[in-house]
């Protein structure tokens, strides 16, 4: 089974700045055949189910400001908000679905300074 | 627009059988295009994916959980259901369920039912 680890676990950034979140798989998520990342990372904002933001790693959902971007390969990937506004704050979750059974990271829940 | 609602009683004894159903409005279940997930999240934790089933009935389980699972799909109600056995204080969760692509990132949620497990 594939682990996904997040860093940090908590997060607090003010307002305004920039916001940093780190996942790692435990064996590459990289399918060489399509030269695709299957990572996703989604939001999740107390009392609501997750929303997703990126998949392939950094394929933005429709509508998720372009203040959020994913990036990474292989087994290290990242998350970044360029600029903080109140409404991220949430815990965030990474996902590996590139092999059963799918994992999510344990999440890092983000705050504001 | 597609919506999924999760439904099923919110308290379940040890050793029983939680039973939920999933009722997808907006979009019919059986356009092929999808997997439809049931994934859990204990109060507090993080997110654990348990299984999927194709509208043909295909199915594939968390092998975590795979002897006491099953999850059926009623095209004709655009529904699926999840039934999880012997259940024990350990599956008291928030129970959602969702759409995922092939490979199934997961891009459509229900609003998740609390299931608690007590006597």
């Known amino acids: 089974d594939i682990v996904m680890t997040q860093s940090p676990d908590s997060l607090a950034v003010s307002l305004g700045e920039r916001a940093t979140i780190n996942c790692k798989s435990s064996?590459?998520?990289?399918?060489?055949?399509?030269?695709?990342?299957?990572l996703a990372w989604y939001q999740q904002k107390s009392g609501q189910p997750p929303k997703l933001l990126f998949y392939?790693?950094?394929t933005r959902e429709s509508g998720v400001p372009d203040r959020f971007s994913g990036s990474g390969s292989g087994t290290d990937f990242t998350l970044t908000i360029s600029s903080l506004q109140a409404e991220d704050v949430a815990v965030y979750y990474c996902?590996?679905?590139?092999?059963?059974?799918?994992?999510f990271g344990q999440g890092t829940k983000l705050e504001i300074k | 627009q597609v919506q999924l609602q999760e439904s099923g009683p919110g308290l379940v004894k040890p050793s029983q059988t939680l039973s939920l159903t999933c009722t997808v409005s907006?979009?019919?279940?059986?356009?092929?295009?999808?997997?439809w997930n049931w994934i859990r999240q204990p109060p507090g934790k993080g997110l654990e994916w348990i299984g999927y089933?194709?509208?043909?009935?295909?199915?594939y389980y968390n092998p975590s959980l795979k002897s006491r699972i099953t999850i059926s799909v009623d095209t004709s109600k655009n529904q699926f259901s999840l039934k999880l056995s012997s259940v024990t204080a350990a599956d008291t969760a928030v129970y959602y369920c969702?759409?995922?692509?092939?490979?199934?990132?997961?891009?459509?949620w229900g609003r998740g039912t609390l299931v608690t497990v007590s006597s």
């Open positions: 996902q590996q679905y590139y092999s059963t059974p799918y994992s």
């Open positions: 064996q590459s998520v990289l399918y060489s055949s399509n030269n695709k990342n299957y």
């Open positions: 969702a759409r995922g692509y092939d490979p199934p990132y997961f891009d459509l």
């Open positions: 907006g979009g019919s279940i059986s356009s092929g295009d999808y997997y």
């Open positions: 392939w790693a950094s």
């Open positions: 089933i194709y509208y043909s009935g295909s199915t």
